[in-house]
Nanobody, 122 residues
């Protein structure tokens, strides 16, 4: 059974940091992405990592603050979030695809975690 399990969310003050993790089981994925969904808003792309060279791509609002990385041996992907802002508050979801090309579209991904809540207070 394929599972993606996120962890690491929580409550943090503006300017603080959190590190999200997503552990995969059941199969190997070439591409992982993080999405987020704030109340009343659509799920939006945050960051992606793909391919054997670990190419990465970020949504503009998180560039320079968030870093996506992975440990292939542990089938785990991370999202290091620094200098957090109240507008980063959302449920963060891990998504995965067996293809070797990243994609910012949510409907590209056929495996999803259940999400982890990140709340940034001002």
């Amino acid at each position: 059974q394929v599972q993606l399990v996120e962890s690491g969310g929580g409550l943090v003050q503006a300017g603080g940091s959190l590190r999200l993790s997503c552990a995969a089981s059941g199969r190997t994925f070439s591409t992982y992405s993080w999405f987020r969904q704030a109340p009343g808003k659509e799920r939006g792309f945050v960051a992606s990592i793909w391919g054997s060279g670990d190419s990465t791509y970020y949504q503009d609002s998180v560039k320079g603050r968030f870093t996506i990385s992975r440990d292939n041996a542990k089938k785990t992907v991370f999202l290091q979030m620094n200098n957090l802002k109240p507008e980063d508050t959302a449920v963060y979801y891990c998504a995965a695809h067996t293809g070797a090309v990243g994609n910012t579209a949510a409907d590209y991904y056929n495996f999803w975690g259940r999400g982890t809540q990140v709340t940034v207070s001002s």
